[in-house]
């Protein structure tokens, strides 16, 4: 009998020792899995920045190609006038100024002059700017952002704060930069950095990613005791930047514990439905 129970014992001790086994060897194939998933997202992002600089490269190199040179004008042969050639000319010249300028002609340069504020830096008027197109940028280092907003445990279905590009004094220049430091934003356009909007990379508990194209959601959580959190709406185009910069972050030395995961499809569509882009 006593024979009988060391057999058991012994395999169920086996038995144990080959589940740990299983489980360990499970945890390192899982280990391995997302570390040559996370290679191959960073070998991606390499190609295509390359790739993006290439094709760069290559348009500035056409687009040079198919300016024309500017041609020289051949200098005309110098004439000595005569004196009744001198004459004739000052006495028409001064005929047509009298002429052109009437009093209506006068007024409406006059207008025209007014029109155009005083230039600090000239004498002259300067004209107005011209048309700036949508903003965007290739740099990796700056992602391209629809919004920001700002929450916190007292009103978590209300942003208590927001920025949103091309509102109020807000251009459509604004991007987001990670790096090893943290999460910053500025005002590419106007050179204007949004430094009240800074999230520390020591102060970082949580990341949280979805997609929903055409928008890409990045959810920042920090540690504090108001329960403080950001959600970001970015461009499905500009994913691959977060990728890189959330790299570049998470290998920096002030992430403390720093939890990754994704947002499920239905509360992508909560959450941009009720912030109003869906």
Aim: aromatic fraction near 6%.
């Amino acid at each position: 009998e006593k024979r009988k129970w060391e057999q058991a014992r012994a395999r169920e001790k086996e038995a144990r020792e080959r589940e740990a086994r299983e489980r360990e060897l499970k945890n390192k194939e899982t280990k391995d899995q997302e570390t040559r998933e996370k290679e191959k997202r960073e070998r991606e992002a390499r190609e295509r920045i390359a790739r993006d600089k290439k094709e760069k490269a290559a348009a500035a190199a056409a687009e040079a190609a198919k300016s024309p040179k500017p041609t020289i004008p051949a200098s005309k042969k110098y004439e000595r006038p005569s004196a009744q050639s001198y004459a004739s000319t000052e006495t028409t010249s001064a005929y047509d100024a009298r002429t052109v300028i009437s009093s209506s002609t006068a007024s409406s340069y006059t207008e025209t002059l007014s029109s155009y504020a005083p230039s600090t830096s000239t004498a002259r008027t300067s004209p107005p700017p011209e048309y700036r197109g949508p903003y965007n940028t290739s740099d990796p280092d700056k992602v391209v952002m629809k919004a920001v907003y700002m929450y916190n445990n007292t009103a978590p279905k209300k942003p208590i704060s927001q920025l949103v590009s091309g509102e109020a004094n807000v251009t459509d220049g604004l991007v987001l930069r990670i790096n090893t430091e943290g999460l910053f934003i500025d005002d590419d356009v106007r050179r204007v950095p949004q430094r009240e909007w800074d999230v520390k990379a020591w102060s970082l508990k949580g990341i949280e990613r979805g997609t929903l194209s055409p928008h890409y959601i990045l959810r920042a959580t920090i540690r504090d005791t108001e329960g403080k959190y950001y959600i970001f709406v970015i461009p499905s185009d500009q994913e691959w930047k977060v990728d890189v910069g959330l790299a570049r972050l998470r290998k920096g030395n002030l992430v403390r514990s720093m939890g990754m995961s994704s947002i499920k499809a239905p509360e992508m569509k909560g959450l941009l439905s009720d912030l109003g882009w869906i």
